[in-house]
């Protein structure tokens, strides 16, 4: 199964240091493949260093990508993170 789900970053850090970091955690807790993808740019959405490469900040553009028997949830709580203000409302402390 191939889940595509394109968002906008609301997260006031985009996809710096800390919420990429999360990111990262989320997809490896999954077995499928995931990727995320800026413009015409696409990385792993397993290696923080790709996500940092994408330089994605809070209303930036991006689609993620998960295939696997398992991308539909990966995705679900992939969005839930890049849609929230912050890491800690993500992590329901706010």
């Known amino acids: 199964m191939i889940v595509k789900k394109a968002l906008v ?9 800390r919420p990429a ?3 990262v955690q ?3 807790k999954y ?6 993808k800026k413009g015409k740019q696409k ?10 490469m994408l330089a994605a900040e809070k ?10 028997d398992d ?10 993170l ?3 203000e912050t890491v800690e409302e993500f992590n329901g402390k706010k």
Do not use: P
Request: positive net charge; proline residues 0%.
């Open 71 to 80: 991308a539909r949830e990966a995705v679900r709580e992939l969005e839930k």
């Open 43 to 52: 990385v792993n959405g397993k290696s923080i260093m790709g996500i940092m």
């Open 21 to 23: 970091a999360i990111f």
């Open 26 to 28: 989320i997809a490896n």
């Open 59 to 68: 209303g930036s553009k991006v689609i993620i990508i998960a295939e696997g």
């Open 9 to 17: 970053i609301k997260n006031k850090s985009g996809l710096h240091a």
């Open 31 to 36: 077995d499928c493949e995931i990727a995320i």
């Open 82 to 84: 890049l849609l929230s």
